[in-house]
C-alpha cells in the first residue's frame, strides 16, 4: 500500500501531500564522516513515503502498519517516546528538531508512513523516514530550508532526539542521491556533490540478518575512541578539531602515546580517507577492477583495524569476492551485523550468489536476503 492509501484508511481522509526519501549504501567510507572524512554513498531505488495533511489543533498523530497503534502526542511538548511507542522517534524528532532551528508550526498534522526498505539492514531506513518526513513537513507548511540544512535537521534529530551520535552520511546521501550517480560527502566542510558511476556498474546487497545486541552502544563507543584519540594528537596540532585533519604518518608518528586500539581506529579512518580519494580517482577513469580492490581493502580495514565487522559479515565478504563478475564486497553501514554490498558486472545474479549464500546459510543456520539494488534520485515531494 502507498502512504496516501495509509493515510486514507487509518485517518479517513486524504493528504495533502506525500513526502519520499530512498534508503543509501555506505559505498566507500566507514566510520570517517563523523572524523570529518570524505565519504562516498549511494541512494537506493528503495525508500520511505510520508503522508502528510494539516490538522486543527496542534496535535500529531503518525502512523505505521509496521508498528501497529499510532502514537499521539502534542506538537509543544514534544518529547522522546520509549518501549513500543519509540519506533516514532524519527518522525517526532524531525517536528523537534524544525522547531529548534527557527520553525513555527502553525497547527499539528498527521502522518502515515509506508515504505520497502528492510530495516536493521544497514540501508539506513531511519534517515529516510526522517528525511521523508522533513520534505513532506518542509512542504506541508512552506518552511523555507535548503536540502542541507535540511539534512543537518534531520541528523540532529537523530542524534539529539533519537539518541544516537551518528555522522551525516546516511541524511547526506538520502537528501542528494541521483541516478546514475554516487554522493560524494566532504564531512568537514559539509559539502555534498555527486561523481558519475560507469553504467555497467550493478550493486547487490546481502543481508546477514545479524545484529549485534550492543549496536548503539558499540557505535557509540567506537565514537569515543575516535573522539579520545583526537585529545592525545591535539596536544601537538591545537588547532585541528577532527581526527581527519591528521595524516596515516601523523598516526605512525603518535603511535608511542597511543593505546593499540587507539592506534588501529585512527589509521583506519586516515587510511580509509585515502582510499575514498583513489576512489573518486577509479570512478573518474571508469576502472571499476581498480575500484573493487578499494572496497575489499576497506572491509580488511573495517575487520581488523576498526574491529566493527562481525563472523557473518567477513564470511559473505570472503566468498562473494572468490565469485565470477564480483569486483569488490564490503560492509556497509555502522557494521557489528547488517548487510554487506556488492559491487559487479551487469551480468552477475542472484543464482550467480548461490555459491556464497549457500556456504553461508550451511554455516550460520539462516539464508541472508539478497536483492540487487539501483542508484536512485534522493529526497523529494511525489
Ligand atoms: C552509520 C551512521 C553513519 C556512519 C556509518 C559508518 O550508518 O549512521 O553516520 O557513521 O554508520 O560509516
Redesign the pocket.
Known amino acids: 500500500m502507498t502512504a496516501r492509501d495509509i493515510f486514507q484508511t487509518q485517518f479517513g481522509h486524504a493528504p495533502a501531500l506525500c513526502g519520499y526519501a530512498p534508503g543509501r549504501l ?1 559505498f566507500i ?6 572524523n570529518g572524512g570524505l565519504v562516498i554513498g549511494a541512494a537506493i531505488d528503495r525508500g520511505v513515503q510520508t503522508a502528510v495533511a494539516r490538522r486543527n489543533d496542534r496535535r500529531i498523530r503518525v502512523f505505521s502498519p509496521a508498528y501497529g497503534t499510532p502514537v499521539e502526542v502534542e506538537l509543544d511538548t514534544l518529547k522522546s517516546q520509549t518501549d513500543a511507542s519509540a519506533w516514532a522517534n524519527y518522525p517526532l524528532g524531525v517536528a523537534w528538531s524544525l522547531q529548534k532551528n527557527g520553525c513555527v508550526f502553525p497547527s499539528g498534522f498527521d502522518l502515515a508512513i509506508s515504505g520497502d526498505l528492510p530495516a536493521g539492514a544497514g540501508l ?1 531506513s531511519s534517515a529516510a523516514l526522517e528525511l521523508s518526513t522533513a520534505i513532506a513537513l518542509r512542504e506541508l507548511f512552506g518552511f523555507k530550508i535548503e536540502s542541507a540544512p535540511l539534512a543537518r535537521i534531520c541528523r540532529q534529530a537523530e542524534n539529539d532526539f533519537v539518541g544516537m551520535p ?2 551525516i ?2 541524511q547526506g546521501v538520502s537528501m542528494f542521491g541521483a541516478e546514475g550517480r554516487l554522493v560524494l560527502l566532504d564531512c568537514r566542510a559539509e559539502t555534498f556533490t555527486t561523481v558519475p558511476v560507469p553504467a555497467s556498474a550493478r550493486f547487490w546487497i546481502f543481508n546477514s540478518g545479524a545484529k549485534h545486541a550492543l549496536l548503539d552502544s558499540l557505535y557509540a563507543a567506537r565514537r569515543r575512541e575516535c573522539e579520545s584519540t583526537l585529545a592525545i594528537l591535539q596536544k601537538s596540532r591545537p588547532a585541528a578539531k577532527l581526527l581527519a585533519e591528521f595524516s596515516s604518518l601523523d598516526i605512525e608518528n603518535h603511535r608511542a602515546q597511543l593505546t593499540a586500539d587507539q592506534y588501529n581506529r585512527a589509521l583506519h579512518v586516515t587510511r580509509e580517507i585515502e582510499r575514498v580519494r583513489q576512489t573518486v580517482a577509479a570512478l573518474e577513469k571508469g576502472d571499476l577492477p581498480a575500484v573493487g580492490k578499494l572496497l575489499v581493502a576497506s572491509h580488511q580495514s573495517s575487520r581488523e583495524l576498526f574491529a566493527n565487522s562481525c563472523p557473518e559479515l567477513d564470511f559473505l565478504v570472503d566468498h562473494l569476492i572468490k565469485l565470477p563478475g564480483v569486483y569488490g564486497a564490503r560492509l556497509t ?2 557494521g557489528f551485523g547488517g548487510a554487506v554490498m556488492a559491487l559487479t558486472t551487469p551480468d552477475f545474479t542472484a543464482e550467480a550468489a548461490e555459491p556464497a549464500t549457500a556456504a553461508y546459510t550451511a554455516k550460520f543456520g539462516h539464508a541472508p536476503v539478497v536483492f540487487a539494488a539501483r542508484t536512485g534520485p534522493g529526497a523529494r515531494v511525489l
Open positions: 555506505e567510507g566507514n566510520h570517517v564522516d563523523y539506513s551518528c555522522g552520511l546516511d553501514g555502522g
